[in-house]
């Protein structure tokens, strides 16, 4: 067993000179485990997080959400990748997201021999096989051009792979309570979480898709697929040209979300952007539509999430709802999880505040808005349609349309 220390007052100099730090950890040959423990004093504006490196590539991130972790090669704490300790200069990675004016005195140590306890997976275990399947509400049957058909998703949350508080199978229980077809798992700066998706999936009867939300304090972005992980610590740019590459699909995430609002200039906008988000509370501003219509319509399929975390997020899962024009074909799981992602490349997405909401959806060569009575349809050259029935059926036109109330709150878009 060896142990490695760093002791050091870290400055606002420090986080000038950049965010990210690496600390340097020998791993030698054979090396049956890894354990870290970071120590930050109680100190007003010290938010510090933390995250590993191996010789052969990134194992994982907590943020801020762990001050410990373990990795051996047949398990890790949630959050990392098991798998061989392969030998050579490993890292432990501090973020200085908030570092307080006078500074703050860190202790990092790691430890490599044999992990008796791996923090946070008994716990994960445990709290996986106590959540039970719960029933999934009548479906909702929407009309679909030929050949598809619309199913319900909802693009962001978290479990205790990040900084949720419960494990993912309680993610795929509220999911599937909440009638959707498909969720995406979507932790901060790891993967580690993408193995468990297709079994889970299976068990709840809820197609699980493998994400990673790419964070930095300057702005998120969700990549969906199954494409390995995406350095948040490379710039914004590349983030776009690797998803792509890969054959996954990014998103900027809640642009106007506080803190967590989007500032990193791109040359090349994602295909996608989630324009809806848990955060619009007040359904008559009209910040997001907004924002979206700077960005660029055309080019950018419209998606939502809830960004759920615990049981006091804002809204549960499926709040908002994204229904994505899948092929009809798809069954079962791990069969929508891939028509879902060919869906949102197709930009096949209509957006509603829940399953039972009111909901404007595309249809061949129409557009159909359902249980919307006395509300209004604003195409994109601003020509308004009044809805008067249940299921109002008009000429489509391309590009996005919005569905709203008489007095202007917002209740759909269709893309």
Same mark, same amino acid.
């Given at each position: 067993?060896?142990?490695?220390?760093?002791?050091?007052?870290?400055?606002?100099?420090?986080?000038?000179?950049?965010?990210? #730090?690496?600390?340097?950890?020998?791993?030698?040959?054979?090396?049956?485990?890894?354990?870290?423990?970071?120590?930050?004093?109680?100190?007003?504006?010290?938010?510090?997080?933390?995250?590993?490196?191996? +010789?052969?590539?990134?194992? %994982?991130?907590?943020?801020?959400?762990?001050?410990?972790?373990?990795?051996? $090669?047949?398990?890790?704490?949630?959050?990392?990748?098991?798998?061989?300790?392969?030998? @050579?200069?490993?890292?432990?990675?501090?973020?200085?997201?908030?570092?307080?004016?006078?500074?703050?005195?860190? =202790?990092?140590?790691?430890?490599?021999?044999?992990?008796?306890?791996?923090?946070g997976l008994t716990e994960y275990a445990?709290?996986?096989?106590?959540?039970?399947?719960?029933?999934?509400?009548?479906?909702?049957?929407?009309?679909?051009?030929?050949?598809?058909?619309?199913?319900?998703?909802? !693009?962001?949350?978290?479990?205790?792979?990040?900084?949720?508080?419960?494990?993912?199978?309680?993610?795929?229980?509220?999911? =599937?309570?909440?009638?959707?077809?498909?969720?995406?798992?979507?932790? #901060? &700066?790891?993967?580690?979480?993408?193995?468990? =998706? $297709?079994?889970? %999936?299976?068990? !709840? @009867?809820?197609?699980?898709? $493998?994400?990673?939300?790419?964070?930095?304090?300057?702005?998120?972005? &969700?990549? !969906? @697929?199954?494409?390995?992980?995406?350095?948040?610590?490379?710039?914004?740019?590349?983030?776009?040209?690797?998803?792509?590459?890969?054959?996954?699909?990014?998103?900027? &995430?809640?642009?106007?979300?506080?803190?967590?609002?989007?500032?990193?200039?791109?040359?090349?906008? $994602?295909?996608?952007?989630?324009?809806?988000?848990?955060?619009?509370?007040? #359904?008559a501003w009209g910040g997001p539509i907004?924002?979206?219509?700077?960005?660029?319509?055309?080019?950018?399929?419209?998606?939502?999430?809830?960004?759920? #975390?615990?049981?006091?997020?804002?809204?549960?899962?499926?709040?908002?709802?994204?229904?994505?024009?899948?092929?009809?074909?798809?069954? @079962?799981? &791990?069969?929508?999880?891939?028509?879902v992602l060919a869906g949102l490349s197709?930009?096949?997405?209509?957006?509603?505040?829940?399953?039972? +909401?009111?909901?404007?959806?595309?249809?061949?060569?129409? =557009?159909?808005?359902?249980?919307?009575?006395?509300?209004?349809?604003?195409?994109?050259?601003?020509?308004?349609?009044?809805?008067?029935?249940?299921?109002?059926?008009?000429?489509?036109?391309?590009?996005?349309?919005?569905?709203?109330?008489?007095?202007?709150? !917002?209740?759909?878009?269709?893309?």
């Open positions: 067993m060896a142990v490695t220390s760093y002791r050091r007052r870290w400055t606002l100099d420090d986080r000038a000179e950049s965010v990210w #730090h690496s600390l340097p950890v020998d791993v030698p040959p054979d090396c049956p485990g890894l354990l870290v423990t970071l120590t930050v004093p109680p100190v007003p504006g010290a938010v510090i997080d933390i995250g590993c490196e191996g +010789a052969a590539g990134w194992r %994982g991130w907590s943020g801020g959400a762990r001050q410990t972790f373990a990795i051996t $090669p047949t398990a890790a704490t949630p959050g990392y990748l098991a798998g061989e300790l392969e030998p @050579g200069t490993w890292w432990v990675v501090l973020g200085l997201h908030r570092v307080p004016v006078e500074g703050v005195e860190l =202790l990092v140590e790691a430890v490599t021999g044999p992990v008796d306890n791996i923090p445990d709290a996986s096989a106590a959540i039970a399947v719960p029933p999934r509400p009548p479906r909702r049957s929407l009309p679909a051009s030929s050949g598809l058909k619309w199913i319900a998703g909802d !693009f962001h949350a978290h479990s205790l792979h990040s900084d949720g508080s419960t494990p993912i199978a309680n993610l795929a229980a509220l999911g =599937l309570s909440a009638g959707l077809d498909v969720l995406a798992v979507t932790e #901060h &700066n790891t993967v580690a979480h993408h193995a468990e =998706l $297709p079994s889970l %999936g299976n068990r !709840f @009867g809820i197609g699980l898709v $493998p994400g990673q939300e790419v964070t930095t304090d300057t702005g998120h972005a &969700n990549a !969906f @697929g199954e494409i390995g992980v995406i350095d948040f610590r490379q710039p914004a740019a590349t983030w776009v040209t690797e998803v792509a590459r890969r054959g996954g699909l990014l998103s900027i &995430n809640h642009p106007l979300g506080g803190d967590c609002s989007w500032r990193q200039p791109l040359p090349e906008h $994602p295909p996608l952007a989630e324009i809806w988000h848990s955060s619009w509370l007040d #359904h907004a924002w979206w219509q700077a960005w660029g319509l055309e080019g950018t399929t419209p998606i939502g999430g809830s960004d759920w #975390h615990n049981p006091t997020s804002i809204t549960p899962p499926g709040t908002p709802t994204t229904w994505v024009a899948v092929d009809a074909a798809a069954e @079962g799981p &791990n069969e929508l999880v891939a028509a197709a930009c096949r997405t209509a957006l509603s505040w829940s399953y039972t +909401a009111p909901v404007l959806v595309r249809a061949d060569d129409e =557009l159909i808005a359902l249980d919307a009575a006395n509300t209004l349809v604003i195409s994109p050259d601003g020509t308004r349609h009044a809805v008067r029935s249940s299921a109002e059926r008009i000429p489509a036109t391309p590009g996005p349309h919005l569905l709203v109330t008489h007095t202007g709150q !917002f209740l759909s878009t269709c893309a």
